[in-house]
T-cell receptor, first 114, second 114 residues
Framework: GAGVSQTPSNKVTEKGKYVELRCDPI?????LYWYRQSLGQGPEFLIY????????DSGLPNDRFFAVRPEGSVSTLKIQRTERGDSAMYLC????????????FGQGTRLTVV | AQKITQTQPGMFVQEKEAVTLDCTYD???????LFWYKQPSSGEMIFLIY??????QNATEGRYSLNFQKARKSANLVISASQLGDSAMYFC???????????FGKGTRLHILP
């Protein structure tokens, strides 16, 4: 597709379960970003990939959160032992590695932990 | 560390009036880019305008212009002739050249009144 694709669009899981959120960036975009957005707040930076490597994972809240991008394209955000406080919209974005280019966002995955 | 500050949590503006949304930023990097995004109630993040730190002129895109005051580290968004469809959350964001990470402010909710 032409845009950033995130699946699933909605995910409801029970507390303590493991979840995976997928992001398929725009073809050719080397930079990929994950953000978490709570209602009425700005996107909170989680992790940023340049190619296959995590260039900056300083935003991951704790070791229950992990993300991979093994082939430099699709990325998966993994959350272990989910907690109710993990409920939020998870946004993925991709961009070219050029200073003056914006990031293009997917529609997000709304995660609800019950 | 980089930081974006948006001090207006909400604004009400009469239709057809101009509106200025405030954004200040903090970085020690000399090379950076500033972005504004619009997020309507549907949740999508829509890129509006970009300003590079070395750009001599303020960026303009249709009804959007960016009032860039580098010495004050200010990048306010100006929307001229506001329309009802401008009602949304607006986020200021910054990317520094050193690492390409994009960080966002907390946003301003703009309400356009008929």
């Amino acid at each position: 597709g032409a845009g950033v694709s995130q699946t699933p669009s909605n995910k409801v899981t029970e507390k303590g379960k493991y979840v995976e959120l997928r992001c398929d960036p725009i073809s050719g975009h080397t930079a990929l970003y994950w953000y978490r957005q709570s209602l009425g707040q700005g996107p909170e930076f989680l992790i940023y990939f340049q190619g296959t490597g995590a260039a900056d994972d300083s935003g991951l809240p704790n070791d229950r959160f992990f993300a991979v991008r093994p082939e430099g394209s699709v990325s998966t955000l993994k959350i272990q032992r989910t907690e109710r406080g993990d409920s939020a919209m998870y946004l993925c974005a991709s961009s070219l590695r050029l200073m003056n280019t914006e990031a293009f966002f997917g529609q997000g995955t709304r995660l609800t932990v019950v | 560390a980089q930081k974006i500050t948006q001090t207006q949590p909400g604004m009400f503006v009469q239709e057809k009036e101009a509106v200025t949304l405030d954004c200040t930023y903090d970085t020690s990097d000399p090379s950076y880019g500033l972005f504004w995004y619009k997020q309507p109630s549907s949740g999508e993040m829509i890129f509006l305008i970009y300003q590079g730190s070395y750009d001599q002129q303020n960026a303009t895109e249709g009804r959007y212009s960016l009032n860039f005051q580098k010495a004050r580290k200010s990048a306010n968004l100006v929307i001229s002739a506001s329309q009802l469809g401008d009602s949304a959350m607006y986020f200021c964001a910054m990317k520094v050249n050193r690492d390409d990470k994009i960080i966002f402010g907390k946003g301003t909710r703009l309400h356009i009144l008929p």
